[in-house]
């Protein structure tokens, strides 16, 4: 492991000769600890995925964006679309509470968001939290939180349109239409997706295309000095077409009739007051999610079905800014998760939760210290209490900050874990508890030449036990059981280096040792490696960016073998033609590499895609 080390120190002392003194722009981040602060007070280990790096891209969905991110691993069944699982340090997608625009959205019969079919047309940048972050946000976030932020309507009234085309009858033209005036901003964003994508089953030969039609939307109102109003609104239909594991032959094969249509929506107004001056700010958000997903396929009866899925929350957040150097955030949250399986099941359950966080800065901000706390009281799973501890030591003189902390987490039970059955005799259990996490990490992080390089080393360890498994019983019917137990740990390691203004170098590795402690085994879809690199050039006129994704060999527990290695290497560029009009274009996976994200799905090869956009 200690050779990607070796690789990344020689690139910085590399760049000794281009080094120059620079302003380092502060960057803030919102999802920590639930109240704006620059990421470098941040006790939590966080990575922002910014604006300018998803357009340096051109990507067009979110998936596409996170894949790039070390410490993420993505496995998707086929191509564009498909649905996506995403590992954060090792955990299941069920177990990462995804976010957009502080909104909890999941599926509450599976407990975790398919991040597929989200675009990026009005993201201005994603915040991902590593750890357990029951604390703040209760279940799901057992394992850390992607928050999802769009952008806001500033400035004049303006227009933009966008167009791209490409590989695979790929068709995707959107429009956005933003500005503010005086007390009120708006930003309305609507896009459209096809292709006729590639073979889901790897070994098919039929293409399976993708359909998405999205709108969103954002309104903020200030009530006067102290106070204000903002409304969020994302719907968008999508059409796929599938394939299923086909029982004759014993892996994913082509299925000519089977489809999938999904409504997914999202409704939103958050309300903020500040009293007593700044010193006490109260957050009101109403929150309302839905996915309703219909599954059609006459030639079987399995891959027929028909599930919506609902939770409506309300939180209300108190920031108390007691002394420039403590801050108190305590409130409640209550949700109700909704679901409907049509001859499966049809109910309800609630969730109630109190939380309250506190951040000290001692010396300035040289040492900020979190310890967190929260209480949830769950309708079936009964009452559960995590908590959290950080701190940091930040040395500005030297560019040098130590981060450490320990947190528990946990997960409630899904609606198909409880309420589940079929005529075959499975079923639900409604004894089920939470599964339960507990980690640590420490890490380090260090500037160089005037904050033209930094590199950042992180070592984590993860248990996680009462976890949920489907057993079968002797009569051959299955049921949930809180059997498993798991360890993780790793060691992430990131290097960026800016030798000038308009070029930057970034490298990371992430080493992954998991063990189910109840069969010895590695957990599935794992890599022990994962690496990025990327190498950009940004110019007033014209930009280009290449990078290599290599992840390791990993064992696929749905197709009991291993999964060889792969590197896949993208090209991404855009020329400003005039002060309005861009055009943009990509190369993905440049040498045409043959590999899977999982087992027996399909992956595309070399692809070409190009666009412009247009701004009035």
Do not use: C
């Amino acid at each position: 492991m200690n050779k990607w080390v070796v690789l990344i120190l020689p690139l910085l002392m590399l760049t000794t000769a281009w080094a120059e003194e620079t302003v380092k722009v502060e960057e803030l981040v919102v999802t920590a600890s639930r109240l704006e602060e620059p990421l470098e007070e941040t006790t939590s280990d966080v990575i922002v995925v910014t604006r300018e790096d998803i357009e340096r891209t051109n990507v067009e969905f979110v998936i596409d964006a996170l894949r790039r991110v070390p410490d993420l691993n993505i496995a998707q069944n086929g191509g564009k679309g498909k649905t996506a699982s995403l590992l954060l340090r090792g955990a299941s997608s069920n177990q990462i509470l995804v976010m957009i625009d502080g909104v909890k959205v999941k599926s509450t019969t599976t407990a975790d968001f398919d991040l597929s079919g989200l675009m990026v047309d009005d993201i201005e940048r994603i915040e991902i939290v590593k750890g357990p972050q029951s604390t703040m946000y209760g279940s799901e976030a057992m394992a850390g939180v992607i928050h999802i932020i769009t952008k806001k309507g500033e400035g004049k009234p303006k227009a933009e349109f966008s167009f791209e085309g490409g590989s695979f009858a790929t068709y995707n033209p959107a429009v956005t239409v933003s500005g503010a005036i005086g007390a009120f901003d708006y930003r309305v964003t609507g896009s459209y997706y096809e292709s006729e994508g590639i073979s889901v089953a790897k070994q098919g030969t039929e293409r399976d295309g993708y359909l998405n039609a999205a709108v969103s939307g954002k309104v903020g109102i200030k009530l006067g000095e102290s106070a204000e109003v903002e409304l969020t609104g994302k719907h968008y239909y999508d059409r796929s077409d599938l394939d299923a594991f086909s029982f004759a032959l014993n892996t994913v094969a082509d299925d000519l009739n089977y489809v999938q249509r999904g409504h997914h929506s999202m409704y939103s107004a958050k309300g903020k007051l500040h009293l007593l001056g700044d010193a006490w700010e109260q957050v009101l958000t109403l929150s309302a999610v839905r996915d309703l997903l219909i599954g059609t396929d006459p030639d079987t009866s399995w891959n027929n079905f028909d599930i919506d899925t609902g939770m409506k929350t309300v939180d209300w957040q108190h920031n108390l800014y007691l002394h420039e150097a403590y801050t108190l955030t305590l409130g409640g949250e209550y949700r109700k998760e909704e679901g409907k399986n049509v001859g499966v099941f049809d109910t309800e359950i609630e969730n109630k939760a109190l939380y309250l966080n506190n951040k000290l800065k001692v010396f300035g901000d040289a040492l900020v210290l979190n310890a967190g706390l929260r209480y949830d009281d769950h309708e079936t799973a009964g009452s559960e209490t995590t908590y959290r501890l950080g701190t940091l030591l930040n040395f500005k003189g030297a560019g040098l900050r130590l981060r450490g902390g320990y947190a528990t987490g946990f997960r409630a039970p899904t609606l198909n874990e409880l309420f589940y059955q079929d005529p075959f005799g499975s079923s639900g259990n409604l004894t089920l508890k939470p599964e339960k996490s507990k980690s640590w990490e420490a890490g380090i992080e260090k500037d160089f030449f005037g904050d033209r390089a930094s590199v950042s080393v992180t070592y984590f360890r993860q248990e996680y036990e009462d976890l949920v498994q489907w057993v079968m019983s002797p009569l051959f019917a299955w049921s949930p059981q809180n059997v498993a137990e798991t360890e993780i740990k790793g060691l992430e390691t990131t290097a960026i280096v800016r030798p000038t203004d308009a070029i930057t170098l970034t490298a990371g590795h992430t080493y992954l040792d998991t063990e189910d402690r109840t069969t010895g085994r590695r957990l599935t879809l794992r890599p022990y490696n994962k690496a990025n690199f990327s190498a950009g050039y940004s110019g007033e006129k014209f930009s280009v960016l290449a990078d290599l994704m290599y992840v390791g060999g990993r064992y696929a527990q749905s197709a009991d073998r291993d999964l060889g290695s792969y590197k896949v290497v993208n090209l991404s560029g855009t020329v400003r033609a005039t002060r309005n009009l861009i055009f943009f274009a990509r190369v993905e996976n440049i040498f045409d590499e043959d590999y899977e994200e999982a087992a027996d799905y399909g992956t595309p090869g070399l692809s070409l895609y190009g666009g412009m956009k247009l701004v009035l």
